[in-house]
T-cell receptor
């Protein structure tokens, strides 16, 4: 069964500190992996998207890594800010650019950045 | 502003009411989606429209009825809902439905069924 597991479920860090969120998936065949940020009461916003051949991608203070062999991804947040408080959702696509892309969503990691 | 606008943002309805959620995208995309997000559960795909034709219905109960009059507008008609249907309903769009297309979400409509 295609699944995406995220850890931890929730995390509290102090402002200015770094943190790393984990994503493990069993989706096959693999097409791409995305990280979304969802503020409370808002819709998810795309942070990064990585294909099979990419093992790292950055978006400002956010850096995503992908190990397609072990089917693991991480999202590293550097020098956290209060505005980073949100849920971070890992999403894996099982389609290879043809037909309809089927997305498998994780349940998210809820991050709270404390002053 | 994501380019995908949903109204209303909040809706409270009784189980015998009929209401509709509206979504409009200003991105020139060809595909539109409805997702359901319940507490502590992954996003669930409900419907997909590509060039205003429904391409996916993810075994959604008939009390949810989608309508896509054109590629920019998507509706979700609601009738005789159950309390367990209370959730955040997210509309989304993408350039196409194939792999690699980034999906852009709206802000969501919070639905409470009483």
């Amino acid at each position: 069964k295609n699944q995406v597991e995220q850890s931890p479920q929730s995390l509290i860090i102090l402002e200015g500190k770094n943190c790393t969120l984990q994503c493990n998936y069993t989706v096959s065949p693999f097409s791409n992996l995305r990280w979304y940020k969802q503020d409370t009461g808002r819709g998810p916003v795309s942070l990064t998207i990585m294909t099979f051949s990419e093992n790292t991608k950055s978006n400002g203070r956010y850096t995503a890594t992908l190990d397609a062999d072990t089917k693991q991804s991480s999202l590293h947040i550097t020098a956290s800010q209060l505005s980073d408080s949100a849920s971070y959702i890992c999403v894996v696509s099982d389609n290879m650019n043809t037909g309809f892309q089927k997305l498998v969503f994780g349940t998210g990691t809820r991050l709270l950045v404390s002053p | 502003e994501t380019g995908v606008t949903q109204t209303p943002r909040h809706l409270v309805m009784g189980m015998t009411n009929k209401k509709s959620l509206k979504c409009e995208q200003h991105l020139g995309h060809n595909a539109m989606y409805w997702y359901k997000q319940s507490a502590k559960k992954p996003l669930e795909l409900m419907f997909v429209y590509n060039f205003k034709e429904q391409t996916e219905n993810n075994s959604v109960p008939s009390r949810f009825s989608p309508e896509c009059p054109n590629s920019s507008h998507l509706f979700l008609h609601l009738h005789t809902l159950q309390p367990e249907d209370s959730a955040l309903y997210l509309c989304a769009s993408s350039p196409g439905v194939g792999g690699g297309n980034t999906i852009y979400f709206g802000e969501g409509s919070w639905l409470t069924v009483v």
